[in-house]
């Protein structure tokens, strides 16, 4: 086993394992060190065996909406919950094989364990514990010109709320609990919160769904968070905003939880706490401080080309900050590796990374929200087309939601697009794509979408926006 390479990347997730095969492609000679498994938080217990999930919630939100449909099932269609979490293990599984294969193609070598900077382009690697609780590597002392930092980042723990896995679970121990909780309060109304309350929900649980904010899915264009609540709320899930988690208390098998507003605190007595009140890094025992590595908030401090300030030392994905969002660290590490490469690339531009949330409704956005292209000073156009008003989804019976679409009035900029609806995720490349090439509501609309089909909603919108709507 060789122990000296071009560059080492620390941590296996989407940025991890991506930006390691891209620098041999690029001819390095590279090695990629991991404490847990192949693939990292997303793969193993983040975004991928978590669409699983939502997608057996999906099917069955449909099995009671089959009539709508025309059919009819003789007797009722029950979960089995724990066949549900399997079937999520047995695709992150999958996944994790996957990469190990790409590693192997790329001439890759895969060192386990955890790794801690000791100066001078060294890592000291001692065997750590993965997930499933097994000892993985053997002291190594590895060198490299360019180490590489994606370590990710984990759950963020509050006071009121002590992450136990048990009674209080973060969302790795809601993804991975065999027995569902008959009533369950989620704290953090963010991505991960409404894609569990949607999971949950249609597992048969009884979910409350709390937010400090004023709205839920905070960041969102307002219209996206009213729609969403309006639709949870329909379905049956309860929702409070402005409000805080102030304690917990143990009631026998149950708990109380104490929610805190501005005009008064009120107990919810529930059998589960899903803490998901945000993220941070993993920074601790990397030897950061012993090499000069700064962090803020706990998140390492980098450039726009993911460069630490020590030299050889640099930071992609979750660890450096946000967003947090397996896309950006991929595209963020790409850049890295290329940059060490010495070819002309650009910064990312933070402004046209996409966020996607997989409940159902979906939501997808990119760029200015309404109020923040008002406040940065625009003068805007915007246009909105209901899926109420879409052929394609009134055939497939998905009319929740709607595209708004927003425009600069002087140069017809697309300043941002927010997607609320079945498929927003993938519907949502087209903006990307049409920011990165700087175009503007002409190019939009001479573009001839398919009809009938749901990105037709993007040109109607557009449409709406310049005062010409024909379908709605």
């Not at 915007?382 to 425009?407: M, Q, R």
């Not at 993007?458 to 379908?471: C, H, P, V, Y």
Request: glycine share 12%; with cysteine; charged share 25%.
């Amino acid at each position: 086993m060789a122990n000296t390479f071009d560059v080492i990347v620390v941590g296996t997730g989407p940025g991890g394992y991506e930006t390691a095969i891209r620098a041999t492609q690029l001819g390095f000679k590279t090695a990629v060190v991991e404490k847990n498994k192949l693939g990292g938080v997303c793969l193993n217990v983040g975004c991928i065996p978590t669409k699983a999930l939502l997608k057996s919630a999906e099917i069955m939100a449909y099995t009671n909406h089959l009539s709508d449909y025309g059919l009819q099932l003789d007797g009722t269609v029950t979960a089995d919950f724990p066949s549900v979490i399997q079937r999520s293990r047995n695709v992150a599984g999958k996944m994790n094989v996957g990469v190990g294969f790409l590693m192997k193609k790329n001439k890759i070598e895969v060192v386990f364990g955890h790794a801690r900077l000791t100066g001078g382009g060294s890592i000291s690697v001692t065997p750590s514990v993965d997930m499933d609780g097994k000892e993985v590597g053997t002291a190594r002392t590895l060198q490299a010109k360019h180490i590489i930092l994606a370590t990710g980042a984990r759950a963020r723990e509050i006071p009121p709320l002590p992450i136990d896995g048990e009674k209080i679970v973060d969302y790795k121990g809601a993804m991975l609990q065999q027995k569902r909780p008959n009533r369950l309060l989620i704290a953090g109304a963010g991505a991960i919160g409404v894609e569990f309350a949607y999971f949950y929900h249609h597992m048969g649980t009884e979910v409350h769904l709390v937010e400090l904010q004023d709205r839920i899915v905070p960041i969102e264009d307002e219209d996206v968070s009213k729609q969403l609540e309006r639709t949870y709320k329909k379905s049956g899930i309860k929702i409070s905003t402005g409000v805080s988690v102030e304690r917990v208390e143990e009631d026998g098998d149950s708990l109380k939880v104490y929610l805190k507003s501005s005009k008064k605190t009120k107990p919810i007595e529930v059998d589960q706490v899903l803490s998901s009140v945000g993220i941070t890094g993993n920074i601790e025992d990397l030897g950061l401080e012993f090499i000069g590595v700064k962090t803020d908030g706990g998140f390492i401090k980098i450039d726009e080309f993911s460069r630490t300030g020590v030299d050889g030392v640099y930071a992609i994905g979750d660890v450096a900050g946000p967003p947090w969002l397996a896309h950006k660290a991929s595209h963020e590490g790409i850049i890295c590796v290329e940059k060490i490469a010495g070819q002309k690339v650009h910064a990312i531009d933070k402004g046209n990374i996409p966020g996607c949330t997989y409940c159902q409704p979906q939501i997808a956005s990119v760029g200015y929200t309404e109020h923040a292209a008002r406040e940065e000073g625009f003068d805007i156009k915007v246009g909105k087309f209901p899926f109420t008003a879409s052929g394609k989804a009134s055939a497939a019976g998905h009319n929740d939601g709607f595209v708004k679409i927003l425009y600069d009035s002087k140069y017809g900029e697309l300043l941002g697009c927010h997607i609320i609806g079945h498929d927003a995720t993938e519907l949502i490349a087209e903006i990307v794509t049409a920011r990165t090439l700087e175009t503007t509501f002409h190019e939009i609309l001479e573009a001839i979408h398919p009809h009938p089909t749901l990105s037709e909603a993007i040109m109607e919108a557009t449409r709406d926006a310049l005062g010409q709507s024909i379908n709605s």
